[in-house]
């Protein structure tokens, strides 16, 4: 469907952007077996497309272009179910991917924000931030991190949010075209020895800089398409991968090498120029 057309039926158009972990650390293990972290979640202009409508009965459409996701499974529909529980209004909701699968960057989760966010405005639903970022956290530890909607520093399992300001920066990012499971990478995951945890106050110092991600390992080691893209991008700057997922980044500061690196990327590599957002697109009016 095309998205003009869908404008014209009276959707509103809606913006979810992806994240990039600037770095990871694992730093504990809860007894209801989540991991806890320590992050630094920056989001990126990188977006999938939502169109929302709502509806005066009850009834929920959801329609997701990409056909790697089971509808009941789509966070996005959980989503809409979960804030329109019991009020009597329904939605129309189609959306269009852009941001890779399980790829670190927090699509998914993004999508799940957003949709929230945007039928909370739509329909005067009139729930508070905090009270979005609650009901989000029923739906997935990234989620309310997007409906907070600035760059953090992340404790907990992602829920412990605090507003980070980070210089503008470009990436050069890289997909190689296939998922990692969030769920498979922390299994393989075993916390050995107890971490030196990190202080907000000194992130931006030379020694924070150089902190990469603690799945790093897991991850290379289970695939070796990983380890190549990683060492790859190592030889132009400091690589690393977003997350549990898929994605290697790097920051960019010479337009010049952006297209020398798109030259000789590997043929099944996907690759993404991106910048780094100050606020989620929702907010930023």
Known sequence: MKQDDLTKQGYT???????????????????????????????IDLYDDIYIKIRSDTQINFINESNKIIQQDDIGLKAAKLILKDKKLGVDIYLKKNIPIGAGLGGGSSDAATILMAINALAHLNYTKMELMEIGLRLGADVPFFIFGENAWVEGIGESLSKIDIPESVYYLCYPSFPISTESTFKSFKLTTVPLTLKITTYFSDKLELQTNDLEYIITKKYIKMKELLNWMNNFGFAKISGTGSSVFMKINDANQIKFLDEKKPIDIKSFIVKGLSAHPFYDV
């Open 13 to 43: 158009k809606f913006k979810a952007p992806a994240k990039i972990n600037l770095f990871l650390r694992v730093t504990g293990v809860r007894d209801d077996g989540f991991h806890e972290l320590q992050s630094v979640f920056q989001l």
